[in-house]
């Protein structure tokens, strides 16, 4: 494990998202942290509270429009394909360690460019490696609920043929507005979309087959909701086992495990939101094993497992700058 400094230096490139801005509200208070610079192009010179408006009073940090190298670590928080792009062109100096939250580097046939290795950045599957790597591919929303649903059982050679659905809040299409995210079409309604080739299905597959018993093959229909933040998923399957050795397995699996905890009750979405954990709750009706799981799509599926992969990268406290609040009612 690396020995961490008292004081890092990080940056942000893509702040004036979603998931840019919630990078903003973690690193601003992390304990072993200063925020160098937040990049946009867009918003360059403004300060970040005018287009994060809860941060007026917080930071009187403003928007960059030119990437300072002086950092340790530097987060993308850009779209799918322009991290890539960004790697390719800019001349990034290698000994600044990369964590990208785009899909570009999730595979590992896709997990090289100019000189960087990206290791897969989900803690509960890859935690040493992660401890060891100097450049991170965060891993999507869907893809971290439906994994942590399923890697005790894929570990175990017990996930075969899974059915899963899952449901999540406005805020996991981005900050543009669309026919299917603006609010008079989502208030009071739900939609499938993506039906069985949801793109976090490869990186999922990736993983759950990286068990040497495991032929776990995931079919999948997501769901959009009516509200902003969270992603809930239950997955189905067969299952020989009885509840108490299910309950073991999963306790045993995630004994380590800082932000992943097993519920012994049916879970629900308010008890992860604003929050870096994710919830799991397997139940057994005859010979049919459901899995629930919950996280916030902006947090443990985002920003939150960002922050979590750089404590372990640098030697920080794995909870450092992520003891966050859930909010109940």
Request: some cysteine.
């Amino acid at each position: 494990m690396n020995q961490a400094p008292q004081r890092m230096k990080a940056g942000i490139i893509g702040g004036a998202g979603y998931t840019g801005g919630e990078m903003l509200r973690l690193l601003l208070r992390h304990p072993g942290i200063d925020l160098a610079f937040v990049h946009s192009q867009s918003h360059a010179g403004q300060a970040v509270h005018a287009v994060h408006g809860d941060l007026l009073g917080e930071t009187d940090i403003s928007f960059a429009g030119d990437v300072d190298q002086d950092v340790d670590v530097l987060f993308l928080c850009l779209g799918h394909g322009d991290s890539r792009k960004l790697l390719s062109s800019a001349s990034l100096g290698l000994n600044i360690r990369i964590i990208d939250l785009s899909q570009d580097f999730r595979l590992a046939d896709d997990a090289r460019l100019a000189g960087r290795e990206f290791v897969y950045g989900l803690p509960e599957l890859n935690r040493q490696a992660i401890q060891e790597a100097r450049h991170i591919a965060n891993p999507g929303c869907f893809a971290t609920a439906i994994q942590l649903a399923l890697l005790p059982l894929a570990n175990a050679g017990l996930a075969g043929e899974v059915h899963a659905t899952g449901i999540t809040g406005s805020t996991g299409a981005g900050q543009y507005p669309s026919p299917g995210t603006h609010f008079s079409w989502r208030a009071n309604n739900i939609q499938p979309y993506k039906t069985l080739q949801h793109q976090h299905m490869a990186e999922v597959a990736q993983s759950l087959g990286s068990f040497r018993d495991s032929k776990t093959q995931v079919h999948f229909v997501p769901w959009r909701g009516d509200f902003t933040r969270g992603i809930f998923i239950s997955a189905t399957m067969d299952c020989s086992l009885g509840i108490d050795a299910i309950m073991d397995l999963f306790r045993d699996y995630y004994s380590t495990a800082s932000f992943t905890h097993l519920s012994p009750r049916m879970i629900d979405l308010k008890q992860v939101v604003n929050t870096n954990k994710c919830l799991v709750h397997p139940e057994k009706v005859g010979d049919k094993l459901v899995v629930h799981a919950a996280i916030d799509n902006l947090l443990k599926g985002a920003a939150g497992q960002a922050v979590q992969n750089m404590n372990l990268m640098f030697g920080f406290d794995e909870r450092a700058g992520l003891e966050l609040k859930a909010t109940s009612f």
